[in-house]
C-alpha cells in the first residue's frame, strides 16, 4: 500500500470490526487473569504444596501441546471465527464446573480434568486469534494491531488480578473462577458480531492428512533460518520460566508472608509491565531492528526472573516482575508478528500451532522442576539459576540469524526481514 493511501485511511481504533474484536477479546482477557491467580491459589489452599501447583500447571501444560500440534491444521481448515467461538463455550461451561462442585468442598482432582481440556481449548482459540489478526487489518498494520490488543489486553490484566485477589480474599478462589467462566460468554458474544476476511487459499496446494499438514508447517519453520533459531531458543527459555508465576506466588505467600490479596496486587500491578511493553514494542522494532529488540528483551528478562526470588519485600518483586512482563511482551509480539508478515495466510495457522507446539513442549517438564526445586532448595536459588539461564538464551541468539534479523528494515514495512541470499527464504 502506498504512503498516500495509508495515509489516507482511519486510525485502527476507528475500524468497527477491529474494535468489537479488540473489546471483546479485552474483557475475556481481564476474566482470564481471574484463573491465572485463583487456580494456583485453589490447589495451595487445599493442599499447601507449590509442587502439586507446578504438577497441575504441567499437566495443563501437557494438553495445551498436543492440542497445538492439530490446531493449526484446523484454523487453516476451517472457519477461524467459529473455532473461536467454540473454543469460548467449551471453556465457559468446564469453568463453571469448579465453583459448582466447590460447594461440596475442595475438589482438586476435578481440576486436573478441567484445565487440561480448557488448556487444549485455550490453545485452539489462541492459534485462531493470532492468524485472525491477519483477517482484520491490512499487512502493514500487523505489528500496530499485535501491540494495541496485547496493550488493552494487558491493561485488563491489571484490574483482573487486583479485583481477584479481592474477591479470592472475601469468597474463595472459587468464585474468583466463576468470573472467568462469565467472561467466555462475554468474549463468544463479541466474535459473534463480527466477519473476518476471506482466508487467502492456495488453490494448486490439495489438503492432506492432519499430521502431513502439521508438518508443512513445521517444515516452514524449520526452512526459516530466524524463526528456526527462536523456536530453538524459546524452548529453552519456556522450560526456564513456565512455572515462573507458582514460583512467584509460593514466594509472595511463603516467605513473605502475603496472603491471596497481596498476591492480587503483585500480579496486578506488575501487569503494567505488559502494558509498556506493548506500546513500546513498535517504536523498539522500528529504530533498533527485530534482532536488537529481541535479544534485549530476553537479556533483561533474565535478570528480573534472577531478582525476584532474591528480592525480600512486595514491592521489589513487583517491581521486577513488572520488568519481566515487559520484556516478555516486547519479545512476544516481536516474534508472532514476524510469523505473521512472512508466512502465506493458508499455512499461518499451522506454523504458528507448530511454533507453539515446539517450543512449549519443554514447559511441562520445566514447570515440574522448578515447583519441585522450589519447594525443596527454596525460591531464591531457584529463581537465580532460571534467571542464568534466561540469560544464556539471550547470548545464545547472539550467534545466530536473529542477531541480524531487520537490522535494515525495508522502506514502508518496518522489521521485516530481507530475503537471506543464501537460505532462499526470509527467516
Keep these: 500500500m502506498s504512503r498516500s493511501a495509508a495515509a489516507g485511511r482511519a486510525p485502527l481504533w476507528r475500524d468497527r470490526t477491529f474494535g468489537t474484536y479488540w473489546v471483546a477479546q479485552s474483557l475475556s482477557a481481564a476474566g482470564d487473569s481471574f ?19 507446578g504438577l497441575l500447571t504441567a499437566v495443563a501444560g501437557a494438553a495445551s501441546v498436543v ?4 490446531g493449526g491444521v484446523l484454523v487453516d481448515r476451517y472457519d477461524r471465527r467459529t473455532l473461536m467461538i467454540v473454543a469460548d463455550l467449551t471453556r465457559l461451561v468446564l469453568y463453571a464446573l469448579v465453583p459448582l462442585a466447590w460447594l461440596a468442598g475442595p475438589q482438586v482432582w476435578l481440576l486436573f480434568v478441567v484445565l487440561p481440556i480448557c488448556e487444549a481449548a485455550g490453545m485452539l482459540f489462541q492459534v485462531a486469534a493470532v492468524t485472525a489478526v491477519r483477517n482484520l487489518v491490512d499487512s502493514d498494520r500487523i505489528t500496530e494491531a499485535n501491540g494495541r490488543l496485547q496493550a488493552t489486553y494487558a491493561a485488563a490484566a491489571v484490574l483482573g488480578p487486583l ?5 479470592a480474599a472475601r469468597f474463595g478462589p472459587a468464585t474468583a ?4 467462566a462469565a467472561s467466555f460468554a462475554l468474549s463468544a458474544a463479541g466474535l459473534w458480531l463480527i466477519r473476518l476476511r476471506p482466508v487467502q487459499v492456495d488453490e494448486g496446494v490439495a489438503r492432506q492428512r492432519p499430521l502431513a499438514e502439521f508438518l508443512a508447517g513445521a517444515r516452514f519453520l524449520w526452512r526459516q533460518p530466524v524463526l528456526r533459531a527462536l523456536t ?24 513473605l508472608g502475603g496472603s491471596e490479596g497481596t498476591v492480587g496486587t503483585v500480579l496486578g500491578l506488575a501487569a503494567l509491565g505488559t502494558v509498556v511493553g506493548a506500546l513500546l514494542v513498535a517504536p523498539l522494532r522500528r529504530r533498533r531492528g527485530f534482532g536488537t529488540t529481541w535479544i534485549g528483551a530476553h537479556a533483561i528478562c533474565g535478570f528480573a526472573v534472577a531478582g525476584v526470588g532474591l528480592a525480600t519485600t512486595v514491592p521489589a518483586v513487583t517491581t521486577l516482575t513488572a520488568v519481566y512482563l515487559c520484556c516478555l511482551s516486547i519479545g512476544g509480539i516481536c516474534s508472532m508478528s514476524l510469523r505473521q508478515e512472512i508466512t502465506p495466510d493458508h499455512l499461518l495457522g499451522r506454523v504458528t500451532s ?5 517450543h512449549y513442549a519443554l514447559g511441562p517438564a520445566g514447570a515440574v522442576v522448578l515447583t519441585w526445586a522450589a519447594g525443596r532448595y527454596g525460591a531464591p536459588a531457584v529463581t537465580l539459576a532460571a534467571g542464568a539461564g534466561c540469560l544464556l538464551v ?24 530481507r530475503p537471506a541470499p543464501a537460505a532462499g527464504t526470509v527467516g
Excluded: C, K
Design 163 to 167: 479485583l481477584a485477589g479481592v474477591v
Design 232 to 255: 530453538v531458543l524459546l524452548s529453552v527459555f519456556i522450560f526456564l520460566t513456565y512455572g515462573f508465576v507458582d514460583v512467584l506466588i509460593y514466594h509472595v505467600t511463603h516467605d
Design 354 to 358: 507448530a511454533f507453539w507446539s515446539t
Design 177 to 180: 473462577i466463576a468470573v472467568n
Design 67 to 70: 492440542a497445538g500440534i492439530f
Design 394 to 417: 539471550a547470548v545464545g541468539a547472539l550467534f545466530t540469524p536473529i542477531r541480524r534479523a531487520g537490522a535494515e528494515p525495508a522502506a514502508g514495512q518496518p522489521g521485516l526481514l
Design 35 to 53: 484463573a491465572y491467580l485463583a487456580v494456583p491459589l485453589l490447589v495451595l489452599q487445599a493442599t499447601g504444596s507449590v509442587a502439586q501447583m
